[in-house]
């Protein structure tokens, strides 16, 4: 685990989270953020181990600290004024997505617009929880959809099969109604993980999971990112 002591000044109203034995639970970005500026880290530690991290309790302890940060986060913002660039890069990752939502018509260009939804969204989590607002997101008649990739991005996107075996880590609930999630791999592994031990499963952690495999077209791709190193298909499937 990392050691929480540097030099100068923590510039978050939102502290990490950290477990008993110092995993970072949530805040990932803003400790990097530290860590290039030498800024001292603030955190908030929970009273659990890193093999506690699934169990209920520890679960519902994280969802209130969050929801705590993030109603004195949305207070600073608004009694300082805000823009809402610097929101978008300080909010909890939670919120970024509904953030981003509330304030799409801010961007001049289509292109400005896909550019960063791509950026955002990879630095987002649970967003099985924001399925349909991603939906609608991702399916906007905006021109210039490419840019919400990378030009590296775009370009493994070209080079894959026509037809392309994707897999998803999901509820046997989802399964069962047909009306999945949009983000995807392919990677079987790393469905395996979100099916198994991805810690922001909140919205469905005491459900069994599985993994879920799909052969689609290419054409049916939406967006590929592989930022997280999930080598993620963002794919949404018929209803």
């Avoid at 530690?45 to 993030?70: D, G, R, V, Y």
């Avoid at 986060?73 to 300080?90: A, C, I, K, Q, Y």
């Avoid at 939670?94 to 990879?122: A, C, H, P």
């Avoid at 991805?198 to 967006?223: C, F, M």
Wanted: charged share 30%; aromatic share 12%.
């Amino acid at each position: 685990m990392k050691n929480f002591k540097s030099k100068g000044k923590y510039p978050f109203i939102n502290p990490l989270i950290v477990t008993k034995d110092g995993g970072i639970v949530d805040g990932q970005h803003r400790y990097q953020a530290c860590e290039i500026n030498h800024w001292q880290v603030e955190f908030i530690q929970l009273p659990f181990t890193s093999s506690e991290l699934h169990s209920k309790k520890c679960i519902e302890k994280i969802k209130s600290i969050k929801k705590q940060q993030s109603e004195k986060l949305d207070e600073w913002f608004r009694e300082n004024n805000v823009d809402f660039e610097v929101r978008l890069t300080s909010c909890s990752s939670d919120d970024r997505i509904r953030l981003f939502y509330s304030n799409m018509d801010q961007f001049k260009t289509d292109k400005e617009y896909w550019e960063k939804f791509g950026e955002i969204y990879v630095l987002s989590s649970n967003n099985f929880y924001n399925k349909e607002i991603l939906i609608e997101l991702f399916t906007s008649s905006k021109k210039d959809r490419e840019y919400i990739m990378t030009e590296e991005e775009r370009m493994k996107l070209s080079k894959m099969p026509n037809k392309i075996k994707i897999y998803r880590g999901m509820s046997i609930d989802e399964e069962a109604s047909g009306n999945y999630g949009i983000s995807w791999t392919l990677e079987k592994n790393v469905a395996k993980m979100f099916a198994t031990t991805y810690l922001h499963n909140y919205d469905t952690h005491e459900l069994r999971h599985i993994v879920k495999e799909l052969t689609i077209s290419k054409e049916k791709v939406v967006a590929y990112f592989t930022s997280r190193e999930e080598k993620e298909i963002i794919y949404i499937a018929s209803r």
